[in-house]
């Protein structure tokens, strides 16, 4: 009840490839940094952004980095329907003073059609200037190539791609090309493509009604499929995979790393208690508990609490076959030297589970069970994407039509509103739109306050008890 009321209390408040990875050891963010993903419609379906940044939160509560995310569905390297290039950095991304920029461009810059060289041209010409242009306004900026994440195999077997190599092929000739351009400017890249193949093959010959749920429709990934991604960065940035390592025997802490343990005590029945204060929280994963859209509702949505008496089968298969417990998640508890046979973990009065002498002196993976740390990481989780949704309300649903009452709007026509009216009455409206945005835009470093104050791990109470 005390983690609960927390919570509420500040809530109120408010297999890759990788290169050019940061210095051995150190996490690739450090204070003051701001994060901007920049991309197409996987990018706007924010699982990946979310995921990394919710990683970042849980994992360096201390740390001060701010996320943005900035992508927009059918956008290229010369932009789209949201503005030509040029406008689209202006408007989403200078503004917010990134240190730090990924871009994910490509699926749709090959126009879903075997390989054409002048329209690959047109790729390399535009990612070249997209990158130049980051350079240009924003000095000092680490640019993070992401490269295309696949084209996904048809869930039906009897359905073939029309042309050689399949469009996926293509993806490879581009992301191919980001390779060369990152090391060529002397930037990061990852490759998302390899790593997300390599689970769906996995999935295909063990669990293979699952391997289609890695990329649902092809296009898009799913939730689960964009923990893969999420992953793949996150090595690149040096993302340590331990929250807190402890292992406790003959009455004494033998290891305490990322934690502190106090009031050790073992009582006459056998019963063992300790005291935690974390410095990590772990990660919480996307759709593990709960089923995910693909894309949020068109009129917002806000984070689903998870269910943790229901595991979603794909997004438990992906987790399995992409390993990301052991990448990213370990929280690992060892105690040896026990008399009874089997104990009853509990931890602040809540039943974690019962696990044999054995399976404990082996050490046991806290992470995996439903924990007050998890349920406090679930929360975080929730504010993270309740922050990314307001910035898309302002963005989208308020900065977007606004502008497009001016009469210089070179967007869509199709997206012009009431052209009829006249200029002085779009001025207004425009006036009084960019006001409702920026003070919505003024909420979001209170929330991001509250966030890392939600994050901040408590003090837990450890109980083992021999079962009889």
């Known amino acids: 009840m005390r983690r609960i009321l927390a919570f509420v209390v500040l809530s109120l408040a408010a297999l890759p490839t990788t290169s050019r990875a940061g210095a051995a050891g150190r996490f690739f963010l450090h204070n003051g940094d701001r994060v901007c993903f920049y991309g197409d419609s996987i990018t706007e379906q924010r699982f990946y952004a979310v995921a990394v940044e919710t990683y970042a939160v849980t994992r360096f509560p201390k740390l001060k980095v701010d996320f943005v995310d900035s992508g927009v569905g059918g956008d290229r390297v010369t932009g789209g329907w949201a503005g030509p290039i040029d406008v689209r950095l202006k408007r989403d991304v200078y503004p917010f003073k990134p240190t730090v920029v ?4 490509g699926m749709n810059d090959a126009s879903y059609r075997p390989f054409d060289a002048k329209i690959f041209d047109t790729y390399k010409h535009g990612y070249k200037h997209l990158v130049d242009a980051l350079k240009k306004h924003l000095p000092g900026v680490r640019i993070v190539i992401l490269g295309p994440s696949p084209f996904g195999p048809s869930p039906f077997a009897n359905i073939k791609h029309r042309f050689a190599g399949g469009y996926n092929g293509v993806l490879q000739r581009y992301d191919e090309f980001d390779k060369q351009l990152a090391a060529k400017d002397h930037l990061y890249y990852v490759d998302f493509n390899a790593p997300m193949l390599a689970v769906i093959k996995k999935l295909q010959a063990a669990q293979p009604q699952y391997a289609s749920q890695v990329i649902p429709g092809r296009v898009h990934p799913s939730a689960a499929g964009e923990l893969l991604m999420a992953e793949a960065l996150l090595k690149l940035w040096n993302a340590p995979a331990t929250v807190t390592k402890v292992a406790i025997s003959g009455g004494e802490v033998k290891l305490a790393d990322n934690t502190q343990v ?5 009582g006459v029945d056998g019963d063992i208690r300790w005291t935690q204060r974390d410095g990590s929280l772990p990660f919480p994963m996307l759709s593990l508990h709960e089923v995910w859209p693909q894309f949020p509702p068109e009129n ?30 370990q929280e690992r508890l060892q105690v040896a030297g026990l008399s009874a046979k089997s104990y009853r973990l509990s ?47 302002a963005w989208r649903d308020v900065q977007l039509p606004i502008e497009q009452y001016s009469p210089a709007w070179s967007g869509s026509p199709r997206l012009i509103l009431f052209p009829g009216v006249s ?46």
Not at 102 to 105: A, F, G, N, R, Y
Not at 262 to 266: D, G, I
Not at 310 to 326: K, V
Request: net charge positive; glycine share 4%; hydrophobic share 45%.
């Open 102 to 105: 990924t871009i994910m461009l």
């Open 262 to 266: 106090t009031n050790l005590h073992t």
């Open 300 to 329: 917002g949505w806000q984070a689903p609490r998870p269910k943790f008496n229901f595991i979603n089968p794909p997004a438990q298969a992906i987790i399995h076959a992409a390993h990301l417990y052991r990448r990213l998640d």
């Open 347 to 393: 931890i602040n009065g809540q039943p974690v589970g019962a696990f044999s002498a054995a399976s404990l002196a082996r050490g046991i993976n806290l992470a995996r069970y439903r924990t007050p740390m998890l349920l406090q990481a679930y929360h975080v989780l929730a504010m993270v994407w309740n922050r990314t949704q307001v910035r898309f309300y």
């Open 423 to 468: 200029v002085a009455a779009r001025a207004m409206v425009r006036t009084d739109g960019e006001k409702l945005a920026n003070a919505i835009y003024a909420t979001l470093p209170d929330m991001l306050r509250a966030q890392r104050q939600a994050a901040t791990p408590l003090a837990d109470h450890y109980e083992l008890k021999p079962m009889k």
